[in-house]
């Protein structure tokens, strides 16, 4: 196996990548299960595989670096504090942030849409305000405004989904006109792949007056993203979809609000001064970090931004949408399958899909026997699936790995699982 560490190490004589080198820089890729078969990971959207790029910078920093960031003038301190900082300018780079104090480290999408909600939600909305969110949402873009609207009685809305698997822009354009404080939805969709319309979506929102918070967790691992152009207020991802470990995301946020914002969390690292009478916060973005972070996490995601980069996103969308193309096309044809969400060139990274008579579960079972992992449940989608009138999807998402082989391998499982029920 060649041992090209870097994405740019990943390019063809002539410029344009060769996926079979990137897909050798995953360790994981030579993993065989069920007793021998190899392993066909599909389940990229729950989370993606580590280039070696990035369990090396991990593995590095600890045996060469690890000390506190932040905190002591001693040698190994000073080296952790500057890779630490260093990849939260990769992080941000990744989206085009302007500026590092705008980058908050988080654990991941989750923890970045709880800040928003728990400091500047807190801080802005109450009765008579509303939220408007999407039915297309992951749950960690629901729960978090609904725990908040219990405390604080403000109104929340939700935008439906057409039978297309588009927000239904009708409905949108109606609920701008409530004036709301907040419009939260995501980028691309878990359970349809939907990519949203981000910038013309923001502009509408933006004259009713409205701030704008994307959910970019499955936007960051295939899309091109530029935080500037989108024109967004707020933009969360985790690093476990894109190729960087568990445990760390980023939160980006223009200054003025981040400024504005109250802490969200107190302890140290935070705090500019403590005395018995009260506290003045820290600059940003470290107001927004109590206590010793994920350190070895971060440097995995500034690696994982950095080699993403170096593949360069736009051929990481080409790629991914080839994928996305071609299972959905294999998908199609095959009797009795339904799938979830619009036409192959309005979506991303994945493919949901309904078998008839079989049992999400059940057929992911089938296919685990043949080495091949998909997703099946409800993905964290609930309201979705129940306007879908569903309890549960099966669902293959693909990443830069994945080859057109494997898609036929999940078809002909498909298949097989038909014939059995
Ligand atoms: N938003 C979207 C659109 C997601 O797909 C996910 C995770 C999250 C938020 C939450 O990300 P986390 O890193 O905070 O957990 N989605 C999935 C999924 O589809 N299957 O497992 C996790």
Same mark, same amino acid.
């Given at each position: 196996?060649?041992?090209?560490?870097?994405?740019?190490?990943?390019?063809?004589?002539?410029?344009?990548?060769?996926?079979?080198?990137?897909?050798?820089?995953?360790?994981?890729?030579?993993?065989?299960?069920?007793?021998?078969?190899?392993?066909?990971?599909?389940?990229?959207?729950?989370?993606?595989?580590?280039?070696?790029?990035?369990?090396?910078?991990?593995?590095?920093?600890?045996?060469?670096?690890?000390?506190?960031?932040?905190?002591?003038?001693?040698?190994?301190?000073?080296?952790?504090?500057?890779?630490?900082?260093?990849?939260?300018?990769?992080?941000?780079?990744?989206?085009?942030?302007?500026?590092?104090?705008? @980058?908050?480290?988080?654990?991941?999408?989750?923890?970045?849409?709880?800040?928003?909600?728990?400091?500047?939600?807190?801080?802005?909305?109450?009765?008579?305000?509303?939220?408007?969110?999407?039915?297309?949402?992951?749950?960690?873009?629901?729960?978090?405004?609904?725990?908040?609207?219990?405390?604080?009685?403000?109104?929340?809305?939700?935008?439906?989904?057409?039978?297309?698997?588009?927000?239904?822009?009708?409905?949108?354009?109606?609920?701008?006109?409530?004036?709301?404080?907040?419009? @939260?939805?995501?980028?691309?969709?878990?359970?349809?792949?939907?990519?949203?319309?981000?910038?013309?979506?923001?502009?509408?929102?933006?004259?009713?007056?409205?701030?704008?918070?994307?959910?970019?967790?499955?936007?960051?691992?295939?899309?091109?993203?530029?935080?500037?152009?989108?024109?967004?207020?707020?933009?969360?991802?985790?690093?476990?979809?894109? @190729?960087?470990?568990?445990?760390?995301?980023?939160?980006?946020?223009?200054?003025?609000?981040?400024?504005?914002?109250?802490?969200?969390?107190?302890?140290?690292?935070?705090?500019?001064?403590?005395?018995?009478?009260?506290?003045?916060?820290?600059?940003?973005?470290?107001?927004?970090?109590?206590?010793?972070?994920?350190?070895?996490?971060?440097?995995?995601?500034?690696?994982?931004?950095?080699?993403?980069?170096?593949?360069?996103?736009?051929?990481?969308?080409?790629?991914?949408?080839?994928?996305?193309?071609?299972?959905?096309?294999?998908?199609?044809?095959?009797?009795?399958?339904?799938?979830?969400?619009?036409?192959?060139?309005?979506?991303?990274?994945?493919?949901?899909?309904?078998?008839?008579?079989?049992?999400?579960?059940?057929?992911?079972?089938?296919?685990?026997?043949?080495?091949?992992?998909?997703?099946?449940?409800?993905?964290?989608?609930?309201?979705?699936?129940?306007?879908?009138?569903?309890?549960?999807?099966?669902?293959?998402?693909?990443?830069?790995?994945?080859?057109?082989?494997?898609?036929?391998?999940?078809?002909?499982?498909?298949?097989?699982?038909?014939?059995?029920?």
């Amino acid at each position: 196996m060649p041992r090209n560490l870097n994405g740019r190490a990943a390019a063809a004589a002539d410029g344009t990548l060769d996926w079979a080198a990137v897909r050798s820089q995953f360790p994981i890729m030579e993993r065989k299960v069920q007793g021998g078969v190899q392993l066909v990971y599909l389940d990229n959207a729950a989370s993606s595989q580590k280039p070696a790029v990035v369990l090396e910078a991990m593995a590095h920093y600890y045996r060469t670096s690890h000390a506190n960031v932040h905190r002591g003038v001693h040698t190994l301190s000073e080296e952790a504090t500057t890779l630490y900082e260093d990849a939260r300018q990769n992080a941000g780079r990744l989206i085009n942030a302007s500026s590092s104090r705008e @980058c908050v480290y988080v654990r991941n999408t989750t923890e970045g849409i709880n800040l928003v909600a728990g400091s500047w939600g807190r801080a802005n909305l109450g009765p008579g305000d509303t939220v408007v969110t999407t039915v297309m949402e992951h749950h960690s873009n629901i729960v978090p405004w609904q725990i908040l609207q219990a405390e604080r009685g403000f109104t929340l809305r939700y935008v439906p989904v057409t039978p297309e698997g588009h927000l239904d822009r009708e409905v949108f354009g109606s609920l701008m006109a409530e004036d709301p404080k907040l419009v @939260c939805f995501t980028h691309v969709s878990n359970v349809l792949g939907t990519v949203n319309p981000v910038a013309e979506l923001t502009a509408e929102a933006h004259a009713a007056g409205a701030l704008v918070l994307v959910d970019g967790a499955q936007g960051v691992p295939h899309l091109p993203v530029d935080v500037q152009a989108l024109g967004v207020d707020f933009y969360v991802y985790s690093g476990h979809k894109m @190729c960087g470990p568990t445990g760390i995301g980023l939160l980006w946020a223009r200054r003025e609000l981040l400024q504005a914002m109250p802490p969200w969390m107190g302890g140290g690292e935070m705090i500019r001064e403590v005395t018995l009478e009260g506290s003045r916060w820290n600059e940003l973005p470290y107001k927004f970090e109590a206590g010793t972070p994920a350190i070895a996490e971060a440097v995995g995601l500034g690696a994982a931004a950095e080699y993403l980069m170096d593949l360069g996103m736009d051929n990481v969308a080409s790629h991914s949408a080839y994928l996305t193309n071609y299972a959905y096309n294999q998908l199609v044809e095959i009797e009795g399958v339904r799938i979830l969400g619009p036409g192959p060139e309005e979506r991303m990274g994945l493919v949901s899909f309904h078998v008839d008579e079989v049992h999400p579960h059940d057929l992911a079972a089938i296919l685990d026997l043949d080495g091949v992992a998909i997703r099946a449940g409800h993905h964290c989608a609930q309201p979705l699936h129940q306007s879908l009138d569903l309890i549960a999807s099966a669902r293959a998402s693909f990443y830069l790995y994945n080859t057109e082989s494997e898609i036929d391998r999940l078809a002909a499982g498909i298949e097989r699982a038909r014939r059995i029920f």
